[in-house]
């Protein structure tokens, strides 16, 4: 079966610029997180959608940072504007189910955003 | 909030050699999982541990969860150049709400 597709793989903006990342999980995946994994560091969870709906984003800095499922299949993470502490891998992820059996995460490619 | 720490944060291992790196939680957990990171990759699943003392094989990997629920440890027997990567814990509240993720053991083998 294919894996969890992100896009761009890379990119590079200034601070104070916008960003876009797409991300497409695994068919019939209902949940789909997003990760920022900072050089060193473990993923820190962003945002968890549960289809379209979003069941925890309690670290998202929301004056920056949007994030969008529609229709329950794809999603969006957006920064506005980006700040140089925002350079970092964002990985998105998907599960089958939610916490407990069938929760086995498989992570995307990610997109390593750099900003100058 | 549910803090989860890995030790060692760097792992220097010869070839052929048995190591552990320990995972430990704030917090009682529900679940633990385990993943493996390699260099430029993404995190892979490894396995999950849900049962207080429990202990499952993968090869030569030996994961074990505590009898508390608050600690986890992976255990790699005769070391491969394969094993080369950043192992990361994850740990799910006992609400079952929110996964936290370790700061990883990062490995490095000497052949």
């Not at chain 2, 060692?8 to 790196?21: A, C, K, N, R, S």
């Amino acid at each position: 079966e294919a894996g969890v597709a992100q896009s761009p793989r890379y990119k590079i903006i200034e601070k104070r610029q916008s960003v876009a990342f797409w991300c497409n999980p695994i068919s019939g995946h209902a949940t789909l997180y997003w990760y920022q994994q900072i050089l060193g560091q473990g993923p820190k969870l962003l945002i968890q959608f549960q289809n379209n709906g979003v069941v925890d984003d309690s670290q998202l800095p929301k004056d920056r940072f949007s994030a969008e499922r529609l229709k329950g299949v794809d999603s969006t993470l957006k920064i506005q504007p980006a700040k140089l502490e925002d350079s970092a891998v964002y990985l998105c992820a998907s599960s089958f189910g939610g916490w407990g059996r069938g929760f086995e995460q498989y992570f995307g490619p990610g997109t390593r955003l750099t900003v100058t | 909030g549910q803090q989860v720490m890995q030790i060692p944060q760097y792992q220097h291992v010869q070839e052929g050699e048995d190591f552990t790196t320990y995972c430990n939680s704030s917090t009682t957990l529900s679940n633990i999982q385990w993943y493996k990171q390699r260099p430029g990759g993404h995190p892979v699943f490894l396995i999950q541990l849900v049962k207080s003392g429990e202990v499952k094989k993968q090869k030569r990997l030996t994961f074990q969860f505590g009898e508390a629920k608050k600690n986890s440890s992976l255990h790699i027997t005769a070391t491969q150049t394969t094993d080369v990567g950043t192992y990361f814990c994850a740990g799910v509240g006992a609400a079952g709400n929110k996964l936290t993720f370790g700061g990883g053991t990062r490995v490095l083998v000497k052949p």
